[in-house]
């Protein structure tokens, strides 16, 4: 680990987590954003990252391999930490090997429910509708070579009432994200630094 641990931030949507994260670290000492590594041309999450002087890295499916450009870039980077901010990418055995208990992820919702494969975006707020749950939330965990299924590191609740829409919950658990997972990440990195 860096004496400052240098942070790439995954992600394939909007960025709003990848936002909140690099503003977060811009005002600390506790660690550093060095790349943003996205998978889909034209998301937001590189914008985000243009717009805050952050590195990024656009891959596809050739540059996953243990061999390939995403590998050399994270040691050209020499990243000690990635947080998946939105990443809808499987991530490779190999970088979990090379990345042990190093890799966080942020899930929409409170697993062990509505997690798994295809559980992503608005397909959880709508599971979470169509349950009629009366609460749902955000799950911080470790990634391991299972969908979501990493030891949890945090979770946060928000109550829902009936009349809540999945876009309503959306914007309830996002609260959540924005609120939460930069400060539970730069815990988790000061405890495993
Ligand atoms: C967030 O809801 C996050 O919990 C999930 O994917 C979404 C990413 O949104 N993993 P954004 O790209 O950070 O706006």
Same mark, same amino acid.
């Given at each position: 680990m860096s004496a400052i641990p240098r942070i790439?931030?995954?992600?394939?949507?909007?960025?709003s987590n990848a936002r909140q994260l690099i503003r977060h670290f811009a005002g600390t000492v506790s660690a550093e954003v060095v790349l943003l590594v996205c998978n889909k041309p034209?998301?937001?999450?590189?914008?985000?990252?243009?717009?805050?002087?952050?590195?990024s890295l656009l891959i596809n499916r050739a540059d996953?391999?243990?061999?390939?450009?995403?590998?050399?870039?994270?040691?050209?980077a020499r990243v000690d930490v990635i +947080?998946? !901010?939105? %990443?809808?990418?499987? @991530?490779?055995?190999? +970088?979990? !090997?090379? %990345?042990p208990?190093? @890799?966080?992820?942020?899930?929409? !919702?409170?697993?062990?429910?509505?997690?798994?494969?295809g559980m992503y975006g608005h397909h959880v707020h709508e599971a979470v509708h169509a349950a009629r749950e009366s609460y749902s939330g955000i799950t911080i965990h470790l990634v391991n070579e299972h969908y979501d299924e990493g030891r949890i590191i945090f979770q946060a609740s928000i109550a829902l009432d009936h009349t809540d829409t999945p876009a309503r919950i959306e914007e309830k658990v996002r609260a959540l994200e924005q609120l939460h997972y930069p400060r539970v990440a730069e815990q988790f990195i000061f405890t495993t630094a």
């Open positions: 790439a931030i995954f992600a394939s949507g909007g960025g034209g998301a937001g999450a590189l914008e985000v990252a243009a717009a805050n002087g952050i590195p996953l391999e243990a061999d390939g450009l995403l590998a050399s870039e994270l040691g050209k +947080l998946l !901010a939105g %990443y809808l990418w499987k @991530i490779p055995g190999w +970088l979990i !090997a090379r %990345y208990d190093r @890799i966080l992820n942020i899930h929409p !919702a409170l697993l062990p429910s509505f997690g798994g494969k």
